[in-house]
């Protein structure tokens, strides 16, 4: 092992005296079964933790140069018989080849760390079935979720939670001592029975994102035929002109943000829904429907392609003097100009509108990057809740109201120009400005102190129509009870 980061244990052993929960690392040996490169990412990391390392392998000596030289590489029957907690690293299918080690296992800890190719790929999980071939054993599930880069690099530099589950409370203390050890946190996910949704999780394809990516290309492909209709077809059917051209960089860059700016309006929509019913039921305790429910969990998947729909329409938008067909533009233009002699070409209403609209466009997606910026973990988990909220709510809303002019801006007087209506069709920037001013709208009534009082008492607890009891004293200096209803 050479020196820096991997060389140093993660917690030093000092920091462990003190707190009884933690065994000290030194001391302790731990077994590997395997020789994969999980398995000698697992040694590096026990290693560099403290632990005294034996490697348990079917050719030790070819196999020695592949772990660090403080790891004891021997065969897996001597293996086993040094260390009383083993981590079996190697694939469901050779679990049978271990059966000829069932006398020395017999009371040992197995660690699971084994995940599947598929989810659900068999009845019962890795786990569950490597136990029910050493009965004598006690089998934890634990570090699937683990990578293998995550241990060599160490903690810090990937996903710090360790799951783990056994039906054995001992063992699971055990190995989550461990994980601490090895500068993991450990989570108690239960028996044995949750093993399998736990070998599901790393099979799972960005789970919270399927819902918004299909409702971005869905917005995107109604707003590229919307637009290809407008731009290609309609100047074909209408003056014979072939502009198949404008398809890869004018039609994409028209639409992306469209998509962009009714993404961001569809993070803060399901907070107006959420609002008007409570509001109209006079509780926060009534559930929300499912698709509601469903669409406030994915506000910030939304947002953050919101964010990479505007980023796109940025850099689409500086490549759009690089066309070939902008630089034919340009010259036909200045040739007209030259033959009818045109020499003042400046129209005031034009710059300013341009000036403004670049401008502000900018504001919005230096904005929407700073909301994106903040919901990354790393960066969430140092803000307090006031300050999270106060950037992704009142900053964002800003950025949408942001959006709204930068919209507008473009749009100027062209929306009550007929021309601009291809096919009765109304130009598309004037189709994503309904969403955002509902928003918009919402919210300013939302801000009225009539209203605003109102939700703020639903979400401190207030009910339409709860009775409470209250006591009132009497003549006689005695106490009497009696019931009203808590919203008179």
Known sequence: MSGG?????????????????????AGRSIGVLG???????????????????????????????????AAEVTFQAEAV????????????????????????????????????TEINHHKESNAEYLA????????????????????????????????????????????????????????????????CEIENIPLRLLPAWKIPIFLALGLFLCFFTYNLIRQVIHPYIREHKNKLYKIPIEVVNTTLPCVSYV?????????????????????????????????????????????????????????????????????????????????NIWVEEE???????????????????LLAITSLPSIANSLNWREFSCIQSTLGFIALVISTLHTLTYGWSRAFDENQYKFYLPPTYTLTLLVPCTVILAKVIFS?????????????????????????????GEYSSGETSSNV
Not at 46 to 68: D, E, I, M, Q, T
Not at 352 to 369: D, N
């Open 263 to 343: 993404m961001l309006s569809l993070v803060y929509l399901p907070g107006v829904l959420a609002a008007c019913s409570q509001l109209y039921y006079g509780t926060k305790y009534r559930r929300f429907p499912d698709w509601l429910d469903q669409w406030l969990q994915h506000r910030k998947q939304i947002g953050l392609l919101s964010f990479f729909c505007a980023a796109l329409h940025a850099v689409y938008s500086l490549c759009l003097p690089m066309r070939r067909s902008h630089r034919y533009q340009l010259i036909e233009t200045a040739v007209k100009q030259a033959v009818e002699k045109k020499m």
């Open 81 to 116: 018989k040094k260390t009383d907690v083993i981590f079996v690293a190697v694939f469901r299918e050779h679990y049978s080849t271990l059966c000829d080690l069932a006398d020395v296992l017999a009371g040992k800890i197995l660690v699971d760390v084994s995940n599947n």
């Open 448 to 476: 009225l102190p009539c209203i605003q009082q109102r939700l703020l008492r639903i979400r401190r607890g207030w009910e339409k129509g709860r009775y409470v009891k209250f006591v009132l004293p009497s003549a006689t």
């Open 351 to 369: 710059v300013w509108r341009m000036e403004i609209y670049i401008s502000v466009g900018i504001i919005a997606l230096g904005l929407l990057s």
């Open 132 to 195: 029910s071939l050493f009965p004598a054993c006690t089998v934890v599930k634990g570090f699937n979720v683990v990578s293998a880069w995550t241990l060599q690099s160490g903690a810090r530099d990937g996903n710090k939670q360790v799951l783990i589950c056994s039906n054995n409370q001992e063992a699971k203390r055990i190995v989550a001592e461990i994980a601490q050890v090895m500068g993991f946190t450990p989570v108690d996910m239960g028996c044995m029975s949750s093993a």
């Open 5 to 25: 980061d991997m060389a140093k244990p993660l917690l030093d052993h000092r920091n462990t005296e003190g707190d009884p929960s933690i065994t000290p690392a």
């Open 35 to 69: 020789s994969g490169d999980f398995a000698r990412s697992l040694a590096i990391r026990l290693v560099c933790s403290g632990f005294k390392v034996v490697v348990g392998s079917r050719n030790p000596k070819r196999k020695a140069s592949l772990f660090p030289s």
